[in-house]
């Protein structure tokens, strides 16, 4: 079969920040500990919500490590960002937000949670204490179970299951796998520990083997994996956004090509937002849209796109779709920008004109 992808790619997709929070949670709901534990990281909020944007076809935001200089490089507790991810990480796990559920202190938050979905605990059982003999049956339904997700065009969160437990377990999105040596898979990850690279992890089930390696970090060792449960919800946190436009309105010229193209993009996030360029795609490409320069916008910040632009002649009578973007710093791929307030459109469509 070889090389199966999905539209998922972590320079587009993922986080520009490395998961390197700390969160104090109750954890005798988990299993096999007691007491209250310091989690090193929110690996399954940073991997739900990175597929909550893609689902969504919105950018996920565009803030870095160097912008959280006061808070170890993620967004700092209590921000929207913050909550945004932790909320996802308890989905995560199982956990969903009920009136009747028990109130957990998540300072500076106490949500009332029950276990809405008990698949993550027990396939996490399962699999920590299954015997060695038992692994490669385990882990061969499991390499079945991602490369259907994988084929059918979803990428899907995986528990890594390691020897040492759960604080050292982790949660990555596969987005693809290469089938091409006989008796293993590799697995095509974004792991949020290393933003905008993607990591393989090799599986080879007759050998209960788990290998992961990314580019420039140190390898690691797993017992085992499992394809999480997930459903998508909409990203509750944005940073760019239109806050007016896009408007494409004739020159006012009689018979010319010439268009007058508006829109404003906004950072209405809690730090500082990148973008290379705001520019307007269009289909079919007339080719030679203009670009605004952007760069690091701090929040509340605007980026104003105005520009005449005169359709080619061999366009005259086509009709057009226009959508307002940016395109992004490292990789130049280029976002549709989310509509903000009321009357702004995230998509226009002009007639190009016959000119005589």
Sequence with gaps: ??????????????????????????????????????????????????LDYFHAGAPVPTHSTADYTGSQGVPPTGSRLWKTILMRHLSSVGLE??????????????????????????SFLKLTHAPALLLPTLLTEQVAQVKAEIQAGRPA?????????????????????????????????????????????????????????????????????????????????????????????????????????????????????????????GDPDPGGLPLESAGTIPPNGDVVYAFAFDFPASMAGETVSLRPGFTDEASGAFSVLPRGEPGTSDGVTVIVPLEF
């Excluded at 972590?10 to 310091?38: C, I, K, Q």
């Excluded at 998540?106 to 008990?118: F, I, K, R, S």
Aim: hydrophobic share 45%; with cysteine.
């Design 157 to 281: 969160p995986v528990i890594l299951v390691h020897p040492g437990g759960i604080e050292r377990s982790h949660q990555v999105v596969v987005f693809g796998f290469d089938d091409t040596t006989p008796g293993s898979l590799a697995l095509l990850a974004y792991d949020n520990r290393f933003p905008r690279k993607t990591s393989v992890i090799v599986v080879t089930p007759a050998s209960a083997s788990c290998t992961q390696t990314t580019p420039g970090e140190a390898s690691d060792t797993w017992r085992a994996f499992f394809v999480n449960h997930y459903s998508p919800v909409p990203p509750a946190y944005q940073d760019w956004r239109l806050v007016s436009g896009l408007a494409a309105t004739p020159s006012g010229v009689l018979g010319s090509r010439q268009f007058d193209l508006f829109f404003i993009a906004r950072n209405v996030g809690e730090a500082p937002a990148h973008a290379a360029e705001m520019t307007v795609v």
């Design 97 to 122: 937000e009920s009136p009747f559920g028990l109130p957990v202190p998540l300072p500076p938050l106490t949500p009332l949670l029950h276990l809405a979905d008990g698949h993550a605990a027990a």
């Design 1 to 50: 079969m070889g090389l199966e992808l999905t539209g998922f790619t972590p320079e587009d997709h993922g986080f520009r920040f490395a998961n390197r929070f700390v969160t104090v949670v109750p954890t005798a709901m988990l299993p096999g500990v007691s007491g209250n534990t310091a989690l090193a990281g929110l690996c399954g909020g940073m991997a739900f919500a990175a």
